[in-house]
């Protein structure tokens, strides 16, 4: 790495800061806010990056606990972005491990402005809220993309916690619809021929999707729950409600997912009698996938130390990072935060983000993200490969 003799001073730069990144993760783990009401988690580390001579900017995009920290070294260089994620899910708190790696968004872009005074360009950190699928208007990266927050920047770091250190993971594409039927109401032993019965058409709607996933192709996931089918078993119910998750490995082919969707409730539809209406929730999730250049980088850095770590793989998990990797070249890595067994979304994971190994995890992820910037910084070599790659496997789907 030509940036190894930056290395020492950026580990030291954040083992300085260790105890403060700790203390203020922990106080995030211990008050867990939902998205778009992050005001704890948001005041914290804007107050930190401010503190640290950034110029902060609170509220953007119209999202209360959305931020912009920008620290500019007076000399012309690449724009380097950390993205940072805060929220936590109901009841189990931070099972997601949020509360870890926004701090090592707001530690890696702290140590790599000082060093940037030397090697020029400018250090963004982006706060990002409401990550999780469980609010109104979550996936807030989708939204800042939209509004142009990395139209100008050169490469973007984020990361996330796990049992095991993954340095390229590819995520699929995802969002949820909403299916609502509405038929009419009788008596359903007084004149049942009268009425349109708008949870027969939900069931159908749903049994329509079942009978092509044969034409699915592996990839695809689609989930289905009722959401309202009726008050009272004696009457014909006129309203259904169905949500679906529907999951594949592109937007492209979430596409098609969708359209097959339209036409089983449309033929669902059209068999009852029914009358219906389709909503895609505001912000879907584009696939995910790491710049394998800077993710070459970062299996450099973690080999130095001597950190065990797996290349790729790949989950149906999604995650609307994807969108930013539409837009420049952006690694997203997995770091090992407890046992190689704990699941997301679970209170074990809760814990482990809580844990020792979890804030040993917080800091490696900065380390890490701060190396692979350090190094796109010094050689342009690699800044010229990673662009590279994104133009030819990114930039054409846009």
Not at 53 to 69: E, K, N, P, Y
Not at 308 to 324: C, L, M, Q, T
Not at 351 to 373: D, L, R
């Amino acid at each position: 790495m030509l940036a190894e003799k930056y290395i020492k001073e950026m580990t030291h730069g954040l083992e300085e800061r260790r105890e403060a990144l700790t203390e203020m993760s922990r106080t995030i783990w211990e008050n867990p806010e939902l998205g778009h009401r992050e005001y704890t988690a948001s005041k914290l580390l804007t107050d930190m990056l401010a503190e640290n001579g950034f110029d902060v900017s609170r509220g953007i995009c119209g999202m209360d606990t959305a931020f912009q920290a920008v620290k500019k070294s007076g000399k012309e260089g690449p724009v380097i972005a950390f993205v940072a994620e805060y929220d936590a899910l109901p009841k189990i708190g931070h099972a997601c491990g949020h509360n870890l790696f926004c701090c090592s968004a707001v530690g890696a872009g702290i140590v790599l402005s000082h060093l940037q005074q030397e090697l020029g360009g400018e250090v963004r950190v982006i706060g990002s809220p409401a990550e999780e699928g469980t609010v109104p208007n979550y996936g807030a990266k989708v939204v800042l993309v939209e509004q142009g927050y990395f139209d100008d920047v050169d490469c973007v770091f984020t990361a996330h916690g796990e049992g095991e250190t993954v340095i390229e993971r590819n995520l699929v594409a995802a969002t949820t619809v909403k299916i609502r039927f509405k038929g009419y109401a009788v008596h359903a032993g007084g004149d049942p021929v009268q009425g349109r019965n708008a949870l027969t058409a939900g069931m159908l709607c749903i049994n329509n999707m079942n009978a092509i996933r044969q034409q699915h192709m592996p990839c695809d996931v689609v989930n289905s729950i009722v959401t309202e089918g009726g008050l009272i078993s004696n009457t014909i119910p006129d309203h259904c409600g169905l949500e679906f998750s529907v999951r594949s490995d592109t937007s492209k082919n979430l596409d098609r997912v969708l359209q097959n969707l339209e036409n089983s409730a449309k033929a669902a539809a059209l068999v009852t009698g029914c009358e219906y209406e389709t909503e895609v929730v505001k912000n879907p999730m584009r696939d995910t996938k790491s710049n394998h250049a800077l993710g070459t980088v970062m299996a450099e850095y973690l080999d130095s130390i001597g950190a065990p770590y797996k290349a790729a793989d790949s989950r149906n998990f999604a995650w609307d990072v994807g969108d930013i990797t539409y837009v420049c070249p952006t690694l997203g890595s997995y770091f090992k935060i407890g046992s190689t067994d704990i699941v997301c979304h679970t209170e074990p994971f809760c814990e482990a983000a809580g844990s020792e190994t979890g804030f040993e995890g917080m800091m490696m992820a900065a380390k890490g993200m701060a190396a692979v910037a350090l190094e796109y910084l010094v050689n342009p070599q690699l800044r010229e490969n990673a662009w590279k790659e994104y133009e030819e496997t990114r930039k054409p789907f846009r």
